[in-house]
């Protein structure tokens, strides 16, 4: 890669700030707070925010992207993300002082996850798509039935991954060009996720799918089967080549430092035995979800969802569970996955049903209802009741409980309301900036 000077400067000069701000005693603060969470041992309850609507929210031009190359275009969007959420909405946001810097797999996009779309496990999306903003990368999605017959599922394929040497040496001897004397550099692998119902749906479409499980329940196990040892084959491979992540050594402040929504800083990871050079699952959290069985029965949950998916969840060393899904009703169900230490209750859920049920033994992981930010008066006062309100419910029963702000597929282009979303979740949840 040829990097122009411009490029260089541009990075090195937000790297600075970001090593900066990584630098500060509240960093490590949050990290023992965060662990102190995921050890179900909170000091409060602990705030994030996920999965913005990032064509809406500059100011001033403060997320413009100025490189021009590729390569560091991807870094320069990272950090400028990161420094306009510490600005605007830092909740309980940890800052690393590092750029991790993702290892290239072949037949992987670099920098994203493992998933169908690319055809990894055989099959591509056919699908008709309708985008209401040009800008928004959320649009609405037709999938095309691929999963007729039982035949159909072979198609689903064990995928054959390994780590392009050459390429990550590049991506890394580059970064460090980049880079070195302002702040360290780290090679991350990738973080395993299970989610098969998702990945089933763009393949089939909602409405077939679902009425498959009572229709053709034969044909829904046999894609679930082989979808399943897919995506075990594509573990073991990573286990074997040490892509596993992201993760650090234990001897570091950081271990884990993300799962989906919020940190997964834990002194119960990585397990006994590891090995930086081959990090394994069970020294990893890992996720997972079945969205779109929300309104399946707790039966049906376990014949096609965790007879399955708890091969996977297994492997790892804790697991959190749940996305957009009511889960209240099945918390019975679901607390006998393997090593499960969070579970995600979504905007719809009843609190007191769930709080109850899940007591001391797992976190609550709350996620409050991002329509507040699309109506047309603003009503910050109702926002704050709300969270107060569950704080106190959590409290009555004893669980540990995160408020993750996620899927915001728009703020009317108004990100004040997000950024005012942020104090008053502190506020509610009893923290504060420092």
Known sequence: MNITTQDRDILRELAGRMAEIGALPVQQEKIGMWTALNGLKPVRPMVMVDNIPWHEMDVDGELALQTEDEFCRYFETKLRRTLYAWKHMRVDMVVEPVIH???????????EQPNPT?????????ENTIAIDASNTIVAHQYIDQLTTEEDAGRI?????????????LAEATAHEIFDGVIDIEMQGYFMAFSAWDDILRWR????????????PELMHRIMSRYTDARLSMLDQFEEQGLVGPIRAPTSTFNQRVIPCSPGYSDELPADGFDPASPRALDTWTHGAAQIFDGVSPSMHQEFELDYANRWYSRFGLVYYGCCDELHNKIDLIRQIPNLRKISMSPTSDVE??????????VFSHKPNPAVFVTDNWEPDAVERDIRETVNVCARYGCSVEFVMKDISTVQYKPQRLWDWANMAMKAAGGEYV
């Open 118 to 126: 690319s055809g990894v496990l055989g099959l591509g999306v056919i």
């Open 353 to 362: 049903v769930g709080a109850e049920k899940i007591g001391g033994d797992f």
């Open 101 to 111: 810097v993702p290892k290239a797999i072949r037949g992987l996009t670099y920098g």
């Open 157 to 169: 394929v064990n995928p054959t991954v390994e780590l392009d040497e050459e390429r990550t040496a």
């Open 205 to 216: 479409g909602a409405q077939q799918m679902l009425l498959d499980l009572a229709d053709k």
